[in-house]
């Protein structure tokens, strides 16, 4: 049975930080590339960064140069370092497969609130 968790969020100030953590249960993880998402209050759910297996990762636009995402395998356990965060970053944030094809199901997510 596969199991996604994510925590680390909360509520902080524009251009604090925060690290997300998203543990992996039940799944092929080093083999799977991941990825993050989040949905904000009345929007889809969007892609916010990715990691291959073997560590190549890509960006949306929105977060290029601020987030950073990394896995450790040994772990079975994907990270997102959030840097210069602001208010348009709150969303409830997930984790999942980055092929929808091969997308788990959901977990509950992390909800990250961002005051300006």
């Known amino acids: 049975q596969v199991q996604l968790v994510e925590s680390g969020g909360g509520l902080v100030q524009a251009g604090e930080s925060l690290r997300l953590s998203c543990k992996a249960s039940g799944t092929r993880f080093p083999s799977n590339a991941m990825a993050w998402y989040r949905q904000a209050p009345g929007k889809q759910r969007d892609l916010v960064a990715s990691?291959?297996?073997?560590?190549?990762?890509n960006y949306a636009d929105s977060v290029k140069d601020r987030f950073v995402i990394s896995r450790d395998n040994s772990k079975n356990t994907l990270y997102l370092q959030m840097n210069s965060l602001k208010s348009e970053d709150t969303a409830v944030y997930y984790c999942?497969?980055?092929?929808?094809?091969?997308?788990?199901?959901w977990g509950q997510g992390t909800q990250v609130t961002v005051s300006s």
């Open positions: 999942n497969h980055l092929i929808r094809q091969r997308q788990y199901s």
């Open positions: 990691i291959t297996p073997g560590g190549t990762t």
